[in-house]
């Protein structure tokens, strides 16, 4: 199984003889230290650590091109966030990596004591504070910043449950259950966990970023950011935001992340290059992955595949305001993202994928109860939607209006379990499969079947699936979500897996 939740094991490298040098004497490709028990006044070696990451990122000791930190297990508090302003290059990025032997922690956070808390009226409460606040957490979840948009809290009065307000130095809280917050463990962040900041070429793998506004922040254009078997959770607004071009995020997991419908997982603007693959993603209140942009950019485009989107959270900005956002909304115009060996599980609840403008690429994914499976923007047109499982969609497996044409779909498996199945198709709404085949001569070589699923998260096909071998074969898949060859059989199977005995 290839995705998130991997830390960094194994042996450690060595510091190649250089231990004893200081660190401005040490040549490109060396490895510096960072322990909870070093000390910011040490060279960084493995015997003399630093206590710190913002020590390891400083102007006599941050690393090159092909340099390594390694960070030792243990919880790291940078405040008000730790800034990345480093140089690598493609051929020999620079690299921050824990160390293999337990969770590297990274947060701007601090816990509020439980005996600070005032009731003021009803259920909100006050604590004061020493510094400032951006991120409020009622344990692991995050409260609405006040500074909403959609529906901004600006005095006490208009506060509404999971929200904040903040008065000079006085902290009000009204917790999303209406609790006492001693009965809960309440923390503050200052601001985001990690700031990338005109930065080149970088890597961050296996770390946990948590309890911050962001969880890695690009302040100027940066190029070349790597984000590789990191945990980013329990943060305000968005995981990664904006994304660098020539950005890479792979075997991450995202979760806990935003209280409202414009808060991300990922959130990508303008992107050039952009991977997102074999992640998971679970209880994010808007989009797992929201990319836009205006303008088209260069090439190379931006590939969505071997994700699993999980269980949906919902999102609650005001007392009238809640419900659940897509997995994916993708409106960056002309950058014809491809999404494909994706599994989503939208519990009934959560649409997958919505496709705002043209061009884009929905691959051999499977969806499973999502509310809405694909749906097409009312100007959004030249979209191909091939090779999908569709199981269950709470309301419609496409969203599809009048305008929205001409689209090619084709070579998919629809069913539902309970309920009558429901599809659009250039505005026009039905409810059994003959008829919406032959609409306009669409879907010849689409079924309706059960696709004989397993159970889970996974949703693999078992043996006897109407799924394997009936798929068209694709040029540029050319391996399933676990990473295994395409075609398997004769012929492409259709969703996120190719069907193999040993592994189903």
């Known amino acids: 199984m290839r995705h998130a939740g991997r830390f960094v094991s194994g042996a450690v490298a060595l510091l190649f003889g250089a231990a004893s040098l200081p660190p401005a004497a040490w040549a490109d490709g060396v490895v510096r230290y960072v ?34 930190v390694l960070i030792k297990a243990g919880t790291y508090v940078e405040t008000p966030f730790w800034k990345i302003h480093v140089h690598g290059s493609a051929e020999k990025p620079a690299t921050f990596k824990a160390y293999g032997d337990g969770d590297v922690r990274v947060t701007s956070s601090t816990v509020l004591p439980a005996d600070g808390w005032q009731h003021v009226r009803d259920a909100i409460y006050r604590a004061e504070l020493d510094g400032r606040v951006m991120a409020v957490f009622q344990n692991e979840f995050p409260l609405v910043f006040p500074g909403n948009d959609e529906h901004p809290v600006t005095a006490v009065d208009e506060m509404y449950p999971n929200s904040f307000f903040l008065s ?25 966990v990690v700031v990338v900041d005109k930065s ?44 660098p071009a020539e950005c890479v995020i792979e075997d991450c997991r995202f979760e806990k992340i935003g209280s409202t419908r414009t808060q991300c997982g990922i959130k990508s603007v303008y992107t050039r290059g952009l991977i997102v693959r074999h992640n998971v993603f679970e209880a994010i209140a808007g ?16 590939e969505i595949c071997g994700n699993i989107f999980r269980r949906p959270r919902p999102y609650t900005d005001g007392a009238s ?5 897509e997995d994916l909304m993708l409106w960056g115009r002309s950058q014809k993202t491809r999404v494909y060996n994706n599994v989503f599980c939208g519990g009934g609840k959560r649409p997958a994928i919505a496709l705002l403008e043209s061009g884009n690429r929905v691959w051999n994914n499977t969806f499973v109860e999502s509310s809405v499976a694909v749906g097409f923007g009312p100007k959004s047109k030249e979209n191909e939607v091939v090779n999908n499982i569709f199981l269950d969609a709470g309301e419609t497996f ?39 085949q032959n609409a306009d001569g669409g879907e ?10 397993a159970e889970g998260a996974e949703a693999r096909p078992q043996p006897g699936s109407p799924a394997i071998d009936t798929g068209m074969r694709l040029e540029e898949v050319t391996v399933d979500c676990d990473g295994a060859a395409r075609p398997q059989g004769p012929a492409y199977d259709l969703g996120a897996y190719e069907f193999r005995p040993s592994s189903n």
């Open 35 to 68: 322990a909870p028990d070093g000390d910011d006044a040490n060279p960084g070696t493995e015997q003399k650590p630093w206590k710190t990451l913002s020590a390891a990122v400083k102007a006599s000791t941050r690393p090159g091109p092909g340099d390594t």
């Open 168 to 192: 000079g130095t006085t902290l009000y809280v009204w917790l999303a259950d209406g609790s006492d917050p001693k009965e809960s463990v309440l923390r503050v962040a200052p601001s985001h």
């Open 200 to 243: 080149h070429y970088v890597v961050l793998d296996g770390l946990t970023l948590e309890y911050g506004f962001v969880g890695i922040k690009e302040n100027r254009a940066s190029t070349g950011l790597t984000v590789r078997n990191c945990t980013l959770r329990s943060l305000t607004s968005h995981g990664i935001q904006p994304t």
């Open 287 to 302: 989009p797992a992955v929201h990319q836009r942009g205006d303008t088209e950019p260069p090439p190379p485009g931006v």
């Open 321 to 325: 305001h809640s419900g659940y956002a």
């Open 398 to 436: 496409f969203e599809w209006p009048a305008g929205a044409t001409p689209q090619t779909v084709d070579w998919n498996l629809y069913f539902s379990r309970t309920g009558a199945p429901r599809w659009q198709r250039a505005g026009a709404t039905y409810t059994r499969f003959s008829d919406y």
């Open 444 to 453: 010849r070589n689409s079924r309706y079947a059960d696709p004989r699923l």
